[in-house]
């Protein structure tokens, strides 16, 4: 079974990491998805967590101010 793509449609790419702020993918694993192994696949998938906190952390911190 193929494994599924984890776009949500967003499309927005981080010019820091390079990453895109909705699916957590580079842009060659977006555009490359569908000629990629499973196993790739699930490589890029296994990634997810440390992308997003890698966006977390680059991400410019706002300060709140009263």
């Known amino acids: ?3 599924k793509s984890p776009c949500i449609d ?13 699916c957590h993918r580079t842009r060659e694993e977006a555009g490359g998805w ?3 192994t499973d196993h790739r ?3 890029v998938l296994n990634e997810k967590s ?3 906190a890698k966006l977390t952390r ?4 706002t300060s709140k101010q009263d």
């Open 1 to 3: 079974m193929a494994v």
């Open 10 to 22: 967003v499309c927005a790419f981080d010019g820091k990491t390079g990453l895109c702020t909705g």
């Open 34 to 36: 569908k000629k990629m």
């Open 41 to 43: 696949r699930h490589q």
């Open 50 to 52: 440390r992308r997003q």
């Open 58 to 61: 680059e991400a410019p911190q």
